[in-house]
């Protein structure tokens, strides 16, 4: 699968997602990369899924904090607050020739949505696909970690998606590190239990050796 092309003009733009269960760590993987790329010299955008636009934290809002939402009805509105935002925030970006760098993607929602809901791995990636126009990241990086460490390090505070039991977590890891096995050219699974600074070292080789970073 190859990502649509963009019209370059400029340096070419990079794209990068982190993936993985709630409470992995990928935020803090974010920001160091996003510090790696800095330094190199790089303009970098960092953003979140969902969210990341004014209608996006709208929808984050009502699929985070709302009330019940039905299965297919959350998956759609997380295509959607993805689709308006791979064209209002990260296509723009890329053009211009930053480094985009994304906690969370389109395989969120296959692992969430589709592996976690059953409503089918391959049907939720078409919808995705389609809402992004085929925009992949030039690499993932999933965050592994178990359901009952994130459960753990989440604590007391738990959003809708976060209260669901282990079984669903378990269901949403396992499909992550399904993808990345499938695909180990466009994925990095790190340990998500490690020193942090240890995971970042090993982003680091992994962005260098795909000519990614200096
Ligand atoms: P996240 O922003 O990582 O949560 P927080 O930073 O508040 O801990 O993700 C929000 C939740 O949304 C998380 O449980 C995963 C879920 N999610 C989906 O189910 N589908 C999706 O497409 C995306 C992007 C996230």
């Known amino acids: 699968m190859t990502s649509a092309p963009l019209e370059h003009s400029g340096p070419r733009g990079i794209f990068i997602a982190f993936e993985g269960g709630d409470g992995a760590g990928k935020s803090t993987q974010v920001r160091f990369l996003a510090q790696s790329f800095r330094d190199a010299g790089r303009q970098v955008l960092v953003t979140r899924q969902p969210g990341g636009t004014p209608l996006g934290a709208r929808i ?7 009330d019940h939402v039905s299965p297919r009805a959350e998956a759609l509105l997380f295509a959607a607050d993805k689709a308006h ?3 209002e925030v990260i296509r723009p970006a890329l053009r211009a020739g930053d480094v985009v760098i994304t906690d969370r993607y389109v395989d969120s929602s296959v692992a969430y949505q589709g592996a976690g809901r059953d409503l089918g791995a391959d049907e939720i990636h078409q919808i995705q696909r389609w809402a992004v126009d085929d925009l992949e990241p030039d690499l993932t990086v999933v965050v ?7 459960r753990r390090r989440r604590g007391t505070t738990h959003d809708r998606l976060e209260s669901e039991a282990d079984d669903y977590h378990e269901a949403v890891r396992a499909h992550f590190l399904a993808m990345a096995a499938a695909n180990p ?3 990095l699974v790190v340990d998500g ?3 942090p600074e240890a995971i970042h070292a090993e982003v680091i080789l992994r962005c260098r050796h795909d000519g990614l970073i200096a």
């Open 185 to 187: 050219d466009r994925y």
């Open 60 to 66: 984050r809002e009502l699929l985070l904090h709302g």
């Open 193 to 195: 239990t490690v020193d």
């Open 144 to 150: 592994d970690i178990s359901a009952e460490e994130g």
């Open 85 to 87: 935002h791979v064209d």
